[in-house]
């Protein structure tokens, strides 16, 4: 069998391997989830997120079960979902976000001038010294800065 004999009589099945291949690839593709693109919440959605905090409120407040922690991952779970709405209008500019105080403006005003400071690490800002700071939070890490006599 000359080489150009063995080339034809082998490359219909290197095609049919990569047709094969490319129909699982396709299969795969289908089984995935689809992208999710963030929504774009209204202030319907603020009120519906509101009531919902509520009546978990009222559910966890008013039960009459041995078990203190029954009904709180709901809690947790609405109170999650109004923050993320709020954020949401708020980055929009739907709702007016709230005047940063004082503490916050210093906060971001040092994270701006240290932003790789280290937990505990103490720097000098303004004449003033300052202890970076963090804690685990419910989701995630809160970080903040205190001063240091």
């Known amino acids: 069998m000359t080489r150009e004999e063995w080339l034809r009589s082998w490359r219909p099945s290197a095609e049919r391997d990569q047709r094969l291949k490319q129909q699982e690839r396709d299969r795969r593709a289908a089984r995935r989830l689809p992208k999710v693109t963030p929504r774009s919440y209204t202030l319907a959605d603020l009120a519906s997120a509101q009531d919902a905090l509520e009546a978990a409120l009222s559910r966890t407040e008013n039960t009459r079960h041995n078990n203190p922690n029954r009904g709180r991952a709901a809690l947790s779970h609405a109170r999650l979902v109004l923050s993320d709405i709020t954020a949401d209008l708020q980055q929009r500019g739907v709702i007016p976000k709230p005047e940063p105080s004082a503490k916050q403006l210093r906060d971001q005003a040092l994270d701006q001038a240290f ?34 006599e």
């Open 115 to 148: 932003p790789n400071g280290n937990s505990r690490e103490e720097v000098e800002h303004d004449g003033k010294r300052y202890r970076r700071r963090f804690a685990k939070a419910q989701y995630g890490w809160d970080r903040w800065w205190e001063e240091v």
